[in-house]
């Protein structure tokens, strides 16, 4: 089944962060950068542990309150916009660490993903995304009635994607997909991934610590240390940089995921 998400006819910035600051008490996490993600594509975002990759995306949803500058969807400022109304104008944050409804079948989670939407969408339309998103992960079509907090670590994380996409998001931001799973596991996320990107255009901001994988999927890439930007590039220029490869690429090197910066 393709679904068609709304395109504008031309590729346009969609998502621009403007001398963004982010600081937790004293300590300054994001130290006044700025980015730009053009709409339909994967931009990753690499980094060692504190970097300030997940403060990124916690700041684009409206998670953490930001000192400083802009972050601009089609133009419009979302620090103007309460947290909750951002999913329905079409920003879709998948955690690290899933976060799934434990106490809720399978179902019911992708269901919920569809809240922010209702009023905009038939229940037809709310249908065949809910049907898609069972194409993209038979698995989760298989445990439709089981309980979220039974899955596995793998199954879950298929299903908190899952759920972001039944809010048929402008962006989603996904932080840390590929953590903790089994490399088989790992294999079929960024089949997903690279599934939803091509097939449907969904624009794309990967926080990854498998820096081989994401910019194996990525068209751009930006490396964050200590809160600001140290290098941003095409995908295909930082697999080819050597200052990239001797950090992140060197022998399958994984990237540390342990921090909350």
Request: proline share 3%; hydrophobic share 45%.
């Amino acid at each position: 089944m393709r679904l068609t998400w709304e395109r504008r006819s031309n590729i346009a910035t969609l998502l621009a962060v403007e001398n963004l600051t982010v600081a937790y008490g004293a300590v300054g996490a994001l130290k006044g950068i700025s980015l730009e993600i053009q709409e339909g594509n994967v931009v990753a975002v690499l980094g060692a542990n504190g970097a300030g990759k997940t403060t990124l995306l916690k700041a684009i949803s409206g998670l953490v309150p930001i000192k400083g500058g802009k972050i601009l969807l089609n133009g419009e400022d979302l620090s103007l916009h309460q947290a909750y109304m951002l999913a329905s104008m079409g920003v879709v944050h998948v955690p690290e660490g899933r976060h799934v409804f434990a106490t809720l079948s399978v179902e019911e989670n992708l269901k919920l993903g569809s809240y922010g939407i209702r009023k905009t969408t038939s229940p037809q339309d709310l249908q065949k995304t809910l049907s898609w998103v069972f194409e993209l992960f038979p698995l989760l079509a298989e445990r439709r009635k089981q309980l979220a907090g039974t899955l596995s670590g793998g199954e879950q994380q298929m299903l908190a994607i899952g759920r972001g996409l039944v809010a048929r998001p402008k962006i989603m931001l996904l932080d840390e997909p590929s953590l903790g799973l089994a490399p088989i596991l790992v294999q079929e996320i960024f089949r997903v991934i690279r599934q939803i990107h091509e097939e449907e255009g969904v624009t794309i901001l990967l926080v990854e610590q498998n820096a081989r994988k994401a910019l194996g999927i990525a068209n751009y890439g930006y490396i964050l240390e200590v809160g600001n930007i140290a290098i941003q590039d095409t995908a295909a220029a930082l697999r080819e940089n050597e200052q990239v490869r001797a950090a992140y690429l060197g022998g399958g090197h994984m990237l540390a995921a342990t921090g909350h910066y």
